[in-house]
């Protein structure tokens, strides 16, 4: 609950209302007056709707899919915010749309992430806070400062709950470029960990080589930052299966659940699939296998750290 004088807002925008609104209600307060709107050409509008000047202003938006759209929704909203003469203005971004575009992995490749950080700092963002971006270097693109949570502070209670008093259970990367992620979790849950070794030949398209550990016998926590068209968790949970797993249990921050994605995880060779809230299921996007867990919480604790200037390093605890 918000207890000194200092005056805080929180806006929304339009992709996730809701986690915005659970968010508000967490720190006793209500979503700031405001609409976003397009006019008939497409272009958007913003209109505030009470006053800023002072303000330390917190903005919501996932820039997820459309992800042009929600991030020029934001650009323009920080930029109406500074121009009203706010005190201060917190870009919150539980998914940082771009993130996988981080360095030049091709000739002539841009580093569209990068130019998504100065699109935020020149519009007049004076902080980010954001979950589980893909590549940690891209705190580095940014000259504000950037608060970096966890999605690991909503999953491993869930986890250390469900497999609470077994034995037999693993923690599982679906790649290589997991494996810190996995080890962390790991840890928290006190269990073994595996590592899937896989090839991608193409975007969007991968292939497991190998599994390094022993999964037979075990119940597996197969986890990944974002699933984005699902054939990487799927075809390792495929795999782990024909390895003797007794189950599989996978589970991402972010559900991006593009293309073939909802089709895949009906699969049965996953069992229970976690997310968080991070990104708005569509009801088009629902399974009864998937659980959705809120960071609601976890993000409300991180405003109200910032909002009264003390340490946000507790939450990575």
Known sequence: MIAHGKDIKIFSCNSHPELARAIANILGVDVGQSEVSKFSDGEI??????????????????????????????????????????????????????????????????????????????????????????????????????????????????????????????????????????????????????????????????????????????HVVLIDDLIDTAGTIVHAAEALKKRGALSVCAACTHAVFSGPAIERLKSDAIDEMIVLDTIKLTPDKKLDKIKVLSVAPVFAEAIERIYENVSVSPLFM
């Open 45 to 218: 509008s913003v209109n505030i709707y009470e006053t800023v000047r002072g303000s330390d202003v917190f903005i919501i938006q996932s820039t997820c899919s459309p992800v042009n759209d929600n991030l020029m929704e934001m650009l323009i909203m920080i930029d109406a915010f500074k121009r009203a003469s706010a005190g201060r203005i917190t870009a919150v971004i539980p998914y940082f749309g771009y993130a996988r575009q981080d360095r030049k992995a091709k000739s002539r490749d841009p580093i569209t992430s990068k130019l998504v950080a100065d699109l935020l700092t020149t519009a007049g963002a004076d902080r980010v806070l954001t979950m589980d971006l893909h590549a940690l270097q891209i705190q580095g693109f940014f000259n504000i400062p950037v608060d970096h949570l966890l999605g690991s502070a909503v999953l491993c209670p869930y986890f250390e709950e469900k497999y609470a008093g077994m034995d037999n259970v693993t923690v599982v990367s679906p790649d290589l470029g997991s494996v810190t992620r996995a080890r962390y979790y790991a840890q928290k849950i006190d269990a073994p960990m595996a590592i899937i070794d896989k090839r991608r030949p193409k975007a969007n398209v991968s292939e497991v080589m190998n599994i390094i550990g022993n999964v037979e016998g075990q």
